[in-house]
């Protein structure tokens, strides 16, 4: 965890009208990226520096579009992140911009009812999970990923979502 007070500067924007059929999304997706930010272990050079973190709440046909055109992957997913911090505009004075999270309400939506998880629980892994790439963690090898998702259940926790990688995990 942070021990330095940090400035948490989110941006969220809304893409799609169906994000607001959820209740509070705003509030949830800020005290979740919040959380992560203030949890997760930085990089040493922006410790005390402001942080900066882009939202997007989009549909499938803007993901779509963003996944074929940054990962050449003709489909819609549920998050995509846009890290800053090899950029030579990751500095900008005192401000760091992270960079950008984009999720997608009816994939979000899909998957929770597939997976039998409450909306809510899994929008909020998928903002921890998003920030937490802009922070530079990734799961492409195991040992990342066991590093990457031990963070991610410990904020998860914190804010009161169960660990998503356990199996049993259901709602009633």
């Known amino acids: 965890m942070n021990s330095v007070a940090q400035d948490i500067q989110i941006d969220i924007s809304l893409q799609d009208p169906e994000w607001e059929t959820v209740p509070q999304v705003q509030q949830i997706v800020e ?25 997007l709440l989009a549909n499938d046909d803007l993901m779509r579009v963003l996944n074929r055109e ?8 549920n998050v995509l992140s846009f890290a800053s911090l090899d950029s030579e505009d990751f500095f900008i004075g005192d401000v760091v911009g992270l960079g950008d999270v984009a999720l997608s309400f009816q994939t979000i939506d899909r998957e929770a009812r597939d997976e039998r998880k409450f909306f809510k629980d ?22 990342q990923a ?7 259940i410990r904020i998860l926790e914190k804010l009161g979502v169960q660990n998503p990688y356990n199996d049993r995990i ?3």
């Not at 005290?31 to 939202?55: D, G, N, Y």
């Not at 940054?70 to 997913?77: L, P």
């Not at 066991?146 to 963070?151: G, L, P």
């Open 31 to 55: 005290q979740a990226v919040r959380t992560t930010l203030i949890m997760a272990p930085q990089p040493e050079r922006i410790r005390t520096k402001t942080l900066e973190v882009s939202i």
């Open 70 to 77: 940054y990962r050449d992957k003709d489909n819609a997913t």
């Open 122 to 143: 899994h929008l909020i892994h998928l903002v921890v999970h998003g920030c937490l790439h802009l922070l530079g963690y990734d799961h492409k090898e195991e040992g």
């Open 146 to 152: 066991i590093i990457m998702e031990a963070i991610e």
């Open 170 to 172: 259901v709602m009633p």
